[in-house]
């Protein structure tokens, strides 16, 4: 059971917007960043959006992020089929006093 | 360029020890805590642990799951972070990943050494 609560799964069509949530507590997602990870089959995860909601270089500009109390999600708009893939969120958690990933969220484009 | 490589994994009998290497190149490693994150077949990210730099004293923080069981270590003379794994659990098998440690979140991670605990 994963501190950070994600959808299991999400899919799309080509060119659809997709959202993927992520829900948390005062203690993690309430206090501290939310990172979000993408990470292709077979291989290790890639930071997607960083904590300042921030794209890294190379990442598309149809990938985005926001944050709420606490709940953040991910946007994926102009979806293509090279984004089927699992994605993560983390954050910080005081209370555990260490970094907690959601479940991961595997998104299938149709 | 940035690059973080796992070695170490392998086969190992439940009650036995492994222990991982991460090799950091491209960046200056001694001013960055690292973290190591774990994926168990078929499931999600796991944070196992991290170790802060020497200006935070190497502090390392750990999972309730391998608390006093794993020990997380860095070499920064030679660009090294470690993680000493004792007392493995059929449960511990995965692929451990380093991760490079930022304010904004960890942003590189190395391709991931996998372990195997079985008898």
């Known amino acids: 059971q994963s501190v950070l609560t994600q959808p299991p799964s999400a899919s799309g069509t080509p060119g659809q917007r997709v959202t993927i949530s992520c829900s948390g507590s005062?203690?993690?997602?309430?206090?501290?960043?939310v990172y979000w990870y993408q990470q292709l089959p077979g291989t290790a995860p890639k930071l997607l959006i960083d904590g300042n909601n921030q794209r890294p270089s190379g990442v598309p500009d149809r990938f985005s992020a926001s944050k709420s109390d606490t709940s953040a999600s991910l946007a994926i708009s102009g979806l293509r089929s090279e984004d089927e893939a699992n994605y993560h969120c983390a954050a910080w958690d005081d209370s555990l006093g260490g970094r907690v990933f959601g479940g991961g969220t595997k998104l299938t484009v149709l | 360029e940035v690059q973080l490589v796992e070695s170490g994994g392998g086969l190992v009998q439940p009650g036995g020890s492994l222990r991982l290497s991460c090799g950091a190149y491209g960046f200056s490693f001694r001013d960055h805590y690292m973290d190591w994150v774990r994926q168990a077949p078929g499931k999600g990210l796991e944070w196992v642990g991290r170790i802060t730099n020497k200006a935070a004293r190497y502090t390392t923080n750990y999972a309730a799951s391998v608390k006093g069981r794993f020990t997380i270590s860095r070499d920064d003379s030679k660009n090294l972070l470690f993680l000493q794994m004792n007392s493995l659990y059929v449960e511990d098998t995965a692929v451990y990943y380093c991760?490079?440690?930022?304010?904004?979140?960890?942003?590189?991670w190395g391709q991931g050494t996998r372990v195997i605990v079985s008898s």
């Open positions: 005062k203690s993690n997602i309430g206090t501290h960043l």
């Open positions: 991760a490079r440690d930022t304010a904004l979140g960890p942003d590189y």
